[in-house]
């Protein structure tokens, strides 16, 4: 019985420009369409309607777009967003390496709505997987131990990409590297899924209440605040912050030493994106630099 493993981001060039995961065909999901006949005792392939191909451009129309009318070169922008997610989907899914849950990517969709305040404009699927559960389970890898891999995302449930090889995760005590798999927050290390690599050392992280440096340091739904792993609910403004996705709706993590800050409105100056409602136009004097909205934003 397969299980389900958790959303992880695709490597390579293209990739850092739009931040997309790759996933690949369900029982069914060939290329050209549904289920075929199979081994000894199987039904005829004409006794059930074929399974249909799961909607990659729907999916990532709803996943990714922002939900509002974008004019010009937002419009632009957002088009080729999603279609990029499509064809990175479509190039995964034809490399069989991977296939859709369909009952999580529908639950992913149906929460999008309610999480859609405390999105980035220009998220990416990464984002999803960061605040929406359902989205970290939305494939299921099919590379067994020992064979190659890119990522953790192809490999079967239970192991992780180690070395290009997909290996069982290290215990507690074992040895273990850092797994970087283009910032993604679900591949952490070779160690497992409730365990940090601290000091070369697989370990549980650390407590609510337990000393940190970084939220590596914490237990899995933790998040380091002010030197103490804690639960990591969203910080309002002024709160000591070490990335922007720990800030609440509407803020950013900016400053010395960095803070939740409230995001700044169309003409204001910004040093990046993530400091603006929409996004920061970066110019070669960063003192010219300003806030732009991104299809209505502000």
Do not use: W
């Not at 967003?81 to 369909?102: M, N, P, Q, S, W």
């Not at 002010?226 to 609440?248: H, I, S, V």
Request: a positive charge; glycine letters at 14%.
């Amino acid at each position: 019985m397969r299980t389900r493993v958790r959303l992880r981001r695709l490597g390579a060039a293209a990739l850092a420009l739009v931040g997309a995961l790759g996933f690949g065909p369900g029982c069914g999901d060939a290329p050209g369409g549904g289920t075929g006949a199979g081994g000894p005792g199987s039904a005829p392939a004409s006794s059930a309607p074929p399974e249909p191909v799961f909607d990659i451009d729907g999916f990532c129309e709803r996943a990714m777009g922002v939900g509002r009318p974008c004019q010009g070169d937002d419009a632009v922008l957002e088009g080729n967003k999603i279609g990029y997610c499509a064809t990175l989907l479509r190039e995964a899914r034809d490399a069989r390496r991977v296939h859709f849950d369909r009952a999580a990517a529908a639950a992913c969709l149906a929460e999008i709505p309610k999480a859609s305040p405390s999105l980035p404009e220009r998220r990416t699927l990464r984002h999803l997987a960061e605040r929406i559960p359902a989205c970290r389970e939305i494939a299921v890898g099919e590379v067994p131990r020992g064979a190659e891999c890119a990522r953790t995302m192809e490999c079967a449930p239970g192991l992780v990409c180690v070395g290009a090889r997909c290996a069982t995760p290290g215990a507690a005590g074992d040895a273990c590297s850092v797994v970087k798999e283009d910032g993604s927050p679900f591949a952490r290390s070779s160690c497992g899924p409730a365990l940090r690599c601290v000091a070369g050392k697989c370990a549980a992280g650390a407590a609510a209440g337990g000393k940190c440096d970084t939220s590596e340091a914490c237990a899995a739904e933790l998040r380091c605040r002010g030197g103490m792993c804690a639960p990591g609910k969203p910080l309002e403004a002024g709160a000591a912050c070490e990335l922007t996705e720990d800030c609440a709706s509407g803020h950013y993590c900016g400053g010395k030493p960095p803070k939740c800050t409230p995001k700044q409105k169309e003409g204001e100056a910004c040093a990046a994106t993530d400091a603006c409602l929409g996004n920061c136009s970066r110019q070669v004097d960063p003192a010219r630099s300003r806030c732009v909205a991104y299809c209505g934003s502000g």
